[in-house]
C-alpha cells in the first residue's frame, strides 16, 4: 500500500491543483538529495506523490481506490487484460509528461534565466524514462479462453485459433518503411535514440538524456513512411494460428504463446498471448491432478464371488478383475491409465476404479426364495416384507 500522498506533500486532501503544485515545488526544494539535510529516499517519494496527485485523473483513481491502476499493474494486482501504461498502442503512461520546464514546471522556470527540464532530471535520476520507453516499444500481451473437451486436455490437441490484432504490416514487414524507400539513421539522435544535453539548474550542472522524438528512442525512421500502416510496422487484422495444446493441461491453466500478442512498434519484439483453458466435465471420470476416477457398480454376487468385467478407459476397453469379497467403497489401481503429466508425457497418472455395491431394490420370487435360502444358510436374520404389488406382478411372471 503506498504511502498517503496528500500527507506525503503536506496538504489537504480537497486541494487545488495549485496548492498541491506549490507544496511539491516547497518539498523537492526541502528534500533535494544535494542539499544538506536533503534525502533522496523523501525527495522520491515526494516525487511520487506529486506524479500522482498532478495527474488529475490518476488522482481521482487515487481518492477511489487508495492507488493508481499503473501502481496496480506494477505491483502484479488484479486489473489484468487491457493495455498497460507501456502499451505501444494504448497510449503513453510517461509520468513526467506535462513537466517540461518553462512556465508549466512546478519551479517556475530556472535560475538565471536558464530553462531546465524537471522532466530530464528526474528521467535521469531515476531511469524512469528510458524504462517507460522500452516498454512502449514491444508490443501488447493478449489473453484468450479457450475450450477443450475431457479427452482433448488428457491426450493434448492442436488448435487452430483466429485472432484479431495489431499485427505486423505486410506491406512493410514491420519496419515501416513504404516499398523501394530505405530505413535510415534518426538525423536528430544519429542513430543514438536519446538526446544528451547538459543544462544549468537551481541544483548545478545536470547531464540528462531523453528518448529521441523524431525516431521515437528506435535510432532510426523510415524515409517514407509505409501508406498502409502511416509508419507504425503494424495494423489491426486478423490472424490465424495454430497452437499445440500439452497433453495433461488442466481447467484454468494458461498456456503461453510466444511472441502471438500483437506486434511491437516498428519491427519492436512482440508481445505473448495467453490461453486461458477450460476443460468439459466427463460424465465417465473425474480428475484429480494427473490421476483419473472412477465409480464402478457392481452387484452384490459379483462382489461376493469376484469377476472380471470390461470396462471402458480413455485408452479403450479393459478386463478388470474383481476379486471375490470386494467391498463397497474398495479402490482398485490400473496403473497408468490415467494423465499424461504435463512436464513428461511418458509419465502417466493411474485410473482409481471404487467399487460400489449395488443392493438389488426389486427380486422375483424366485430370487427372494434363493435369498433367504442364503440368510439361513449363514445364521442370518431376515423379516422379509411381503410387497402386495410384488406378489401380484410375480403371479403373472
Ligand atoms: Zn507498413
Ligand atoms: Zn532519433
Known amino acids: 500500500m503506498p504511502k498517503d500522498y496528500y500527507e506525503t506533500l503536506g496538504v489537504a486532501k480537497g486541494a487545488s491543483q495549485d496548492d498541491i503544485k506549490k507544496a511539491f515545488r516547497k518539498k523537492a526544494h526541502e528534500f533535494h538529495p544535494d542539499k544538506g539535510g536533503g534525502s533522496a529516499d523523501k525527495f522520491k517519494e515526494v516525487n511520487q506523490a506529486y506524479q500522482v496527485l498532478s495527474d488529475v485523473q490518476k488522482r481521482q483513481q487515487y481518492?477511489?481506490?487508495?492507488?493508481?491502476?499503473?501502481?496496480?499493474?506494477?505491483?502484479?494486482?488484479?486489473?489484468?487484460g487491457g493495455a498497460g501504461p507501456g502499451s505501444a498502442w494504448g497510449g503513453g503512461g510517461n509520468p513526467f509528461e506535462g513537466f517540461s520546464g518553462g512556465a508549466g514546471s512546478p519551479f517556475g522556470g530556472g535560475v538565471n534565466g536558464v530553462e531546465f527540464d524537471l522532466g530530464d532530471i528526474f528521467g535521469d535520476m531515476f531511469g524512469g524514462r528510458q524504462q517507460q520507453q522500452s516498454r512502449r516499444m514491444r508490443g501488447i500481451d493478449l489473453e484468450m479462453g479457450i475450450n477443450l473437451t475431457f479427452e482433448q486436455a488428457v491426450f493434448g490437441v492442436e488448435k487452430t485459433l483466429t485472432l484479431e490484432k495489431q499485427d505486423t504490416c505486410k506491406t512493410c514487414g514491420g519496419n515501416g518503411a513504404?516499398?523501394?524507400?530505405?530505413?535510415v539513421t534518426c538525423p536528430k539522435c544519429?542513430?543514438?535514440?536519446?538526446?544528451?544535453?547538459?543544462?544549468?539548474?537551481?541544483?548545478?550542472?545536470?547531464?540528462?538524456?531523453?528518448?529521441c522524438d523524431r525516431c521515437e528512442g528506435m535510432g532510426k525512421i523510415p524515409e517514407v513512411a509505409c501508406k498502409t500502416c502511416g509508419g507504425s510496422g503494424a495494423l489491426r487484422q486478423s490472424k490465424t494460428i495454430s497452437v499445440k495444446v500439452p497433453a495433461g493441461i488442466d481447467n484454468g491453466q494458461r498456456i503461453r504463446v510466444q511472441g502471438e500478442g500483437e506486434a511491437g512498434y516498428r519491427g519492436s519484439s512482440a508481445g505473448d498471448l495467453y490461453l486461458v483453458v477450460t476443460v468439459q466435465s466427463s460424465k465417465e471420470f473425474n480428475r484429480d491432478?494427473?490421476?483419473?476416477?472412477?465409480?464402478?457398480?457392481?452387484?452384490?454376487?459379483?462382489?461376493?464371488?469376484?469377476?472380471?468385467?470390461?470396462?471402458?478407459?480413455?485408452d479403450g476397453n479393459i478386463e478388470l478383475k474383481i476379486p471375490s469379497g470386494t467391498q463397497s467403497g474398495t479402490v482398485l489401481k490400473v496403473k497408468s491409465k490415467g494423465v499424461p503429466n504435463i512436464n513428461?508425457?511418458?509419465r502417466r497418472g493411474d485410473l482409481l476404479i471404487t467399487t460400489r455395491v449395488?443392493?438389488?431394490?426389486?427380486?422375483?420370487?424366485?430370487?427372494?426364495?434363493?435369498?433367504?435360502?442364503?440368510?439361513?444358510?449363514?445364521?442370518?436374520?431376515?423379516?422379509?416384507?411381503?410387497?402386495?404389488?410384488?406378489?401380484?406382478?410375480?403371479?403373472?411372471?
Do not use: C
Not at 513504404?178 to 530505413?183: H, R
Open 289 to 314: 491432478g494427473f490421476t483419473l476416477l472412477k465409480e464402478l457398480p457392481i452387484s452384490f454376487t459379483q462382489a461376493a464371488l469376484g469377476t472380471k468385467i470390461i470396462l471402458k478407459t480413455l
Open 190 to 211: 544519429h542513430g543514438q535514440g536519446q538526446i544528451h544535453t547538459q543544462k544549468r539548474t537551481i541544483f548545478g550542472t545536470v547531464a540528462s538524456s531523453t528518448s
Open 63 to 80: 481518492d477511489q481506490y487508495g492507488q493508481t491502476f499503473d501502481e496496480v499493474a506494477r505491483n502484479g494486482g488484479g486489473f489484468s
Open 178 to 183: 513504404a516499398p523501394g524507400s530505405k530505413v
Open 358 to 397: 449395488v443392493t438389488p431394490a426389486k427380486l422375483s420370487k424366485n430370487e427372494k426364495e434363493l435369498l433367504k435360502q442364503l440368510a439361513a444358510e449363514r445364521g442370518e436374520a431376515v423379516q422379509v416384507d411381503e410387497n402386495l404389488w410384488d406378489n401380484i406382478k410375480d403371479s403373472f411372471s
Open 344 to 346: 513428461d508425457p511418458s
